[in-house]
């Protein structure tokens, strides 16, 4: 059974940087499927922020284009996302997630199987 552990947030003032991971165990292969990150904020759907394909393509939502970064590092197996420029709408809950096949749409949460349990990121004005 893979296993997602997220990492690195916390609490930022507005302009400030984060950096997120997302370690993978259990079966490193996964790191080579497509992986994301969510954020659901408190009263809100969760939502989709950036996406990473096998092939290393990457999408974002509008909201955070620009400003945040996806990547992957395969001999950690781990996956990154790097926030810039935050903004006190950026907080949430943020999450990784990943599985085998990824046909459905990317920014769906129900084309995910596997979830991390979430790390909180706050950002003050």
């Known amino acids: 059974q893979v296993q997602l552990v997220e990492s690195g947030g916390g609490s930022v003032q507005g302009g400030g940087s984060l950096r997120l991971s997302c370690a993978v165990f259990?079966?490193?292969?996964?790191?080579?499927?497509?992986m994301a990150w969510f954020r659901q904020a408190p009263g809100k759907e969760r939502e989709g922020v950036a996406f990473?394909?096998?092939?290393?393509?990457?999408t974002y939502a509008d909201s955070v284009k620009g400003r945040f970064t996806i990547s992957k590092d395969y001999p950690k197996n781990s996956l990154y996302l790097q926030m810039n420029s935050l903004k006190p709408e950026d907080t949430a809950m943020y999450y990784c997630?990943?599985?085998?096949?990824?046909?459905?749409?990317?920014?769906?949460?129900?084309?995910?199987?596997?979830w991390g349990q979430g790390t909180q990121v706050t950002v003050s004005s």
């Open positions: 990473i394909d096998s092939d290393a393509t990457t």
């Open positions: 259990g079966h490193p292969m996964f790191i080579s499927y497509c």
């Open positions: 997630a990943t599985t085998i096949s990824c046909g459905g749409k990317w920014s769906l949460s129900a084309t995910y199987r596997y």
